[in-house]
């Protein structure tokens, strides 16, 4: 099975690693080539655009930035579906809006290849030790076709029905996650203020009812003061914008998840952090930030 892999990103890369690891044949295409070489290096064969991967390859797989990145990728001049061909599998796995999904399936049923929206939760720690959750929306028998493929990428691999359905339980989990992110950081703040020893709040609170994934894996990366993006800050702000926009749509009033994005908008915009880790939401806080 030849694999094409658009987007080498921070997430992309160790998918592609991994699949190198287990014998697939792939080719790349990224926005800036510099960004690749790592994959290139692992073994990955360049492609000069998303229509030239697509013309080598069996199943391509997309994982780029915004809505507007995987609008490009799949419908643009040297796009996917200008070099499609029948038997193919495409699967979007950025996290996207549910009906730029269901237009990507229509498409793909036109021109008779089969479609997937597959976004994944873990962050790089997941992408890199493949231990992804992936959520996926299609038709059943393509999700069945794929799963050995998604098992060199994943742990927890979920169908939830038609097109958009993936990219609907993503923005669940989104919704979740920026749950336990602000409590994370306001809990952090808190701590520190009231002069305990973080490292032992850490402990104790990820022993206790406030454990979960986000204290675990992003409170020590906290006191260490790195921010590295595993996942950028500017990612999840726009995760965050689809989940409310599609809320709307279903008539749904999500005063939490709009706080959040509050906070995530301060930090991309107003502090200029977006390129840091979610994570980094804690410096939007001064007294965070004083010594």
């Known amino acids: 099975m030849k694999i094409g892999f658009i987007g080498t990103g921070v997430m992309g890369s160790a998918m592609v690693k991994n699949l190198l690891k287990a014998d697939f044949t792939v080719t790349v295409f990224n926005r800036t ?13 360049w492609a000069d655009s998303p229509a030239e991967v697509t013309s080598q390859s069996d199943v391509v797989i997309t994982m780029v930035g915004f809505p507007n990145d995987v609008k490009s990728v799949y419908f643009g001049n040297n796009g996917i579906f200008k070099q499609v061909h029948a038997g193919q599998v495409l699967i979007d796995m950025t996290t996207s809006s549910p009906k730029i999904a269901q237009q990507i399936f229509a498409e793909g049923q036109k021109q008779g290849v089969e479609v997937l929206d597959a976004p994944v939760s873990g962050g790089d720690v997941g ?9 996926v929306g299609g038709l059943e028998a393509t999700y069945q076709k794929m799963q050995s493929l998604f098992s060199v990428l994943g742990k927890s691999i979920t169908y939830f029905g038609t097109a958009g359905a993936g990219q ?3 923005m669940a989990n989104q919704i979740m996650i920026a749950g336990t992110m602000t409590g994370m950081s306001e809990m952090l703040v808190y ?6 020893d973080l490292q032992q709040v850490i402990q ?6 406030g454990q979960n994934w986000s204290l675990a894996n992003y409170g020590p990366r906290v006191l260490k ?4 993006p595993g996942f950028y800050a500017k990612h999840f702000l726009k995760d965050l914008k689809i989940a409310l926009d ?3 749509e279903m008539k749904l009033n999500l005063p939490a998840t709009e706080l959040a994005k509050q906070l995530y908008d301060r930090m991309v915009n107003d502090a200029g952090l977006g390129d840091e880790s979610t994570d980094g939401l804690v410096n939007i806080y001064h007294s965070w930030r004083e010594d």
């Open 33 to 45: 080539k510099e960004h690749a070489q790592a994959v290139l290096d692992a073994g990955a064969t």
């Open 127 to 135: 992408a890199q030790n493949a231990t992804l959750t992936i959520m």
């Open 168 to 170: 609907n339980a993503k």
């Open 191 to 196: 701590a520190k203020a009231a002069g305990l």
């Open 204 to 209: 104790t609170v990820d022993n206790g009812g």
């Open 225 to 228: 003061g790195d921010y590295q």
């Open 246 to 248: 599609v809320a709307a």
